[in-house]
């Protein structure tokens, strides 16, 4: 069993995930520290060891409000939230989340504002 528990992480029941755009766990959010998914860092190793033992459970984030994204020619392409742009990809984990949220009505859905652009408007 793994017995390096960093002092830290001393009555931390459960951590929140932290996505890049991609859908890619980039590091975890524990009381008011991030931790960055790192090999060599041993928060994350304690965090992935705990986890594993059911000591620690792995929170998702709680995505509240996104905004459509559309390419030039007006097709959705992703959504824009705290996290950034997130493409429509069944195989990205975050967008899936999203659109759970979203079935859930978890999540808001807004419509972009008027985007101007150097050579005119664009509005959806």
């Given at each position: 069993?793994?017995?390096e ?68 020619e ?51």
């Amino acid at each position: 069993m793994f017995d390096e528990i960093p002092h830290e992480l001393n009555g931390i029941t459960e951590v929140q995930k932290i996505y890049s755009w991609d859908g890619s766990v980039t590091s975890y959010k524990a009381g008011n520290m991030f931790i960055p998914v790192a090999i060599g860092n041993r928060h994350y190793v304690a965090i992935k060891k705990l986890a594993e033992s059911g000591q620690l459970i792995l929170k998702e984030p709680e995505i509240k409000e996104v905004t459509k994204a559309y390419n030039f020619e007006g097709v959705l392409k992703g959504y824009t939230c705290g996290c950034g742009f997130v493409p429509i990809d069944d195989s990205n984990a975050l967008f899936k989340l999203i659109i759970k949220d979203i079935d859930n009505g978890k999540c808001i859905v807004k419509e972009p504002e008027e985007v101007k652009f150097a050579w005119g408007e664009w509005t959806n």
